[in-house]
């Protein structure tokens, strides 16, 4: 498929020449996907083993990860076109605004997968549930929220998992 296309029904902008932040690509995800063509539309809990390399200096961040069963793995769509305002995802003249979507093609192509955690060793993590390209950048990997418990003390006032506030 020639990812590059405009459909029918799709409207395009110019690209932005101001970037309002920078990024710091902190590893690679390695999938078995090797184009866009192979991906699925959606990462799978049993999908395929993949491996996320974080970069070294960014290996001690991994400490305590283990204790998930879920992460959320965000990472940039590198290969993504940035100039979709309005999309036509099926070819089928239903179009879409960017926002309403799931789609890759965003402004900032930033993505986002709840996975599953397999492992944490030797400074890489094992999941299933991607749905990404060989060689897509990491941006950042978190505990799910839906399974987050802080680690850290409540501020005073703040309303922690399970509790209602007074207010309701």
Same mark, same amino acid.
């Given at each position: 498929?020639?990812?590059?296309? =405009?459909? @029918?029904?799709?409207?395009?902008?110019?690209?932005?020449?101001?970037? &309002?932040?920078?990024?710091?690509?902190?590893?690679?995800? #390695?999938?078995?996907?090797?184009?866009?063509?192979?991906?699925? #539309? $959606?990462?799978?809990?049993?999908?395929?083993?993949?491996?996320?390399?974080?970069?070294?200096?960014?290996?001690?961040?991994?400490?305590?990860?283990?204790?998930?069963? #879920?992460?959320?793995?965000?990472?940039?769509?590198? $290969?993504?076109?940035?100039?979709?305002?309005? $999309? &036509?995802?099926?070819?089928?003249?239903?179009?879409?605004?960017?926002?309403?979507?799931?789609?890759?093609?965003?402004? &900032?192509?930033?993505?986002?997968?709840?996975?599953?955690?397999?492992?944490?060793?030797?400074?890489?993590?094992?999941?299933?549930?991607?749905?990404?390209?060989?060689?897509?950048?990491?941006?950042?990997?978190?505990?799910? #929220?839906?399974?987050?418990? @802080? $680690?850290?003390?409540? &501020?005073?006032?703040?309303? =922690?998992?399970?509790?209602?506030?007074?207010?309701?």
């Amino acid at each position: 498929m020639n990812w590059d296309l =405009t459909r @029918p029904g799709e409207i395009e902008t110019a690209a932005p020449t101001l970037f &309002n932040a920078g990024l710091v690509f902190i590893g690679v995800i #390695r999938t078995p996907y090797l184009t866009r063509d192979d991906c699925p #539309r $959606q990462g799978s809990a049993d999908g395929p083993m993949c491996r996320i390399e974080v970069a070294d200096l960014w290996k001690p961040a991994l400490k305590g990860l283990e204790a998930y069963e #879920r992460i959320e793995v965000l990472y940039w769509m590198h $290969q993504a076109r940035r100039d979709l305002l309005v $999309q &036509n995802p099926k070819s089928d003249g239903m179009t879409f605004g960017t926002f309403a979507l799931r789609s890759p093609v965003r402004p &900032n192509p930033i993505a986002t997968a709840s996975c599953v955690l397999v492992a944490v060793e030797n400074g890489a993590v094992l999941v299933r549930g991607l749905d990404c390209v060989d060689g897509t950048p990491l941006l950042d990997l978190k505990p799910d #929220r839906r399974g987050f418990v @802080p $680690q850290a003390t409540p &501020n005073p006032g703040e309303v =922690t998992r399970g509790e209602t506030s007074a207010a309701n």
